[in-house]
């Protein structure tokens, strides 16, 4: 497998940052010249080192005000029901994230909504319709402090 060299890290650096940028414009802020840095940035997407090329919005900007963490804890762990709850949440547009996670509870999800009314009806309809919840917490966002999607590479 191949690995990423310092150039690399910065190709990357200057994507998480803007990722509109064309392959001049980043090529001029890592200091190379065009075919390289498009040949180095080809490299990089054949590893699969880039998940996605994304556009990131303000929630509240769209009307999504309300976020909740939701600490969701199953009655059963086979395997089929793991992939049951999975398959199901995967498929709400809610969910904006769904880990598994180890400790006192099952999984962790954060929801995005408009209001609380929207997050009764998610919770009540949605997320309780789910078989073999056992119990669900959720916390609820007061003042974001800080979210971000870029990794440090160097």
Same mark, same amino acid.
């Given at each position: 497998?191949?690995? @990423?060299?310092?150039?690399? &890290? =910065?190709?990357?650096?200057? @994507?998480?940052?803007?990722? &509109? ?7 001029? =802020?890592? *200091? ?7 040949? =180095? ?6 590893? *699969? ?26 009655? @059963? ?25 180890? *400790?006192?509870?099952?999984?962790? @999800? ?5 209001? +609380? &009314? ?23 966002? +007061?003042?974001?402090?800080?979210? *971000? ?6």
């Amino acid at each position: 497998m191949e690995t @990423l060299d310092k150039t690399d &890290r =910065r190709i990357l650096e200057v @994507l998480q940052q803007n990722a &509109r940028l064309n392959t001049k414009e980043i090529a001029h =802020r890592i *200091g190379l010249s065009v075919t390289p840095t498009y040949e =180095r940035l080809k490299k990089i997407e054949k590893m *699969g080192v880039i998940k996605d090329y994304v556009t990131l919005l303000h929630a509240d900007k769209i009307g999504k005000t309300l976020v909740a963490f939701c600490n969701v804890s199953l009655q @059963l762990h086979s395997q089929l029901l793991l992939k049951k709850f999975e398959a199901a949440i995967s498929q709400m547009e809610e969910v904006m994230e769904c880990y598994h996670v180890a *400790g006192t509870f099952d999984y962790l @999800l954060k929801v995005v909504v408009d209001d +609380m &009314r929207s997050y009764q009806h998610f919770l009540t309809n949605k997320l309780a319709a789910i078989e073999n919840i056992a119990q669900v917490h959720s916390s609820f966002v +007061m003042t974001e402090i800080k979210h *971000g999607t870029a990794f440090k590479l160097a």
